[in-house]
């Protein structure tokens, strides 16, 4: 029975059978080579650079046991036992998968998977031109209204034939010239000036020529919401006539093209639409 250097039994004569120790005058194995001599000339073991299975060398002999943490001194834990020359042995029961090696000095950045849009709120949209107004846009339809005032003979006769002595004392005019008024707005006044009253109609019958049977505010053209015109006499001295018929006071009458309002003692006013 041969002891090893660590003092165990071993019934192999060359290394130990418990720590794998090679026993003292037992040839190395073919790994080793003969060193430089020692002082007494005897050549000194020397380890070769790469330990084989169950060899021992200086690199490994302070190496700890991963299993227990006791140094080594053979192919054997003497703790526990370890194979330093079976596999190896890794704390962790799960070996966890490596992780991909990260080159040095640089930083994974996401790849856009495309252009990004501004970020923030979206600018607003350009002002839409506003569309020029249309006609049904407007309250009333554009209808252009106008009236021509004249002299009607035929009218004059008629009320020289129902005033008698009283009504000859007034003469038809010799001459008057034909105006034209274009109504516009939601009421034209028809009557004569006056500066005392504050009156200044729309449609202002003053004269020359005169006509006597005028009042101040004879009658009133008023827009309808349909475009058209109408005459309303608000309570006249002489009365008011459309087309040869007496209208009642306050009463409102709508008018078309070619209508005749007579009033006074002889003015005409013809309605003209367009």
């Known amino acids: 029975m041969a002891v090893c250097p660590n003092g165990h039994d071993s019934a192999s004569d060359d290394f130990c059978d418990t720590c794998g120790m090679r026993?003292?005058?037992?040839?190395?194995?073919?790994?080793?080579?003969?060193?430089?001599?020692?002082?007494?000339?005897?050549p000194s073991p020397a380890w070769p650079d790469t330990a084989g299975p169950g060899s021992v060398g200086?690199?490994?002999?302070?190496?700890?046991?991963?299993?227990?943490?006791?140094?080594?001194?053979?192919?054997?834990?003497e703790a526990c036992g370890y194979n330093f020359a079976g596999p190896r042995f890794t704390p962790s029961a799960a070996s966890a998968s490596p992780a991909p090696a990260i080159p040095p000095n640089s930083i994974a950045s996401p790849v856009p998977s495309g252009p990004s849009?501004?970020?923030?709120?979206?600018?607003?949209?350009?002002?839409?031109?506003?569309?020029?107004?249309?006609?049904?846009?407007?309250?009333?339809?554009?209808?252009?209204?106008?009236?021509?005032?004249?002299?009607?003979r035929a009218y004059y006769e008629q009320v020289q034939a129902v005033t008698g002595a009283e009504g000859a004392a007034v003469a038809f005019p010799s001459y008057c010239?034909?105006?034209?008024?274009?109504?516009?707005?939601?009421?034209?006044?028809?009557?004569?000036?006056?500066?005392?009253?504050?009156?200044?109609?729309?449609?202002?019958?003053?004269?020359?020529p005169a006509d006597p049977g005028i009042s101040r505010l004879h009658a009133v053209l008023i827009a309808m919401p349909d475009g058209d015109w109408a005459v309303l006499d608000p309570g006249s001295a002489n009365g008011t006539l459309v087309n040869g018929s007496e209208i009642g006071t306050g009463d409102q009458v709508t008018l078309h093209d070619g209508d005749r309002i007579n009033l006074g003692a002889w003015t005409a006013i013809t309605v003209h639409r367009g």
Do not use: H
């Open 23 to 42: 026993i003292s005058g037992s040839p190395p194995p073919g790994g080793l080579v003969n060193g430089p001599s020692s002082a007494s000339g005897a």
């Open 58 to 77: 200086p690199a490994s002999a302070a190496e700890p046991c991963p299993r227990c943490g006791t140094v080594r001194s053979g192919q054997f834990c």
């Open 117 to 152: 849009g501004p970020s923030g709120p979206s600018a607003p949209p350009p002002p839409r031109e506003a569309a020029p107004p249309s006609m049904s846009s407007f309250p009333y339809p554009q209808a252009t209204w106008t009236v021509v005032v004249g002299a009607d």
């Open 177 to 208: 010239a034909e105006r034209r008024f274009q109504l516009v707005g939601n009421q034209m006044r028809i009557g004569r000036r006056s500066v005392s009253r504050g009156l200044s109609p729309e449609i202002d019958l003053t004269g020359p």
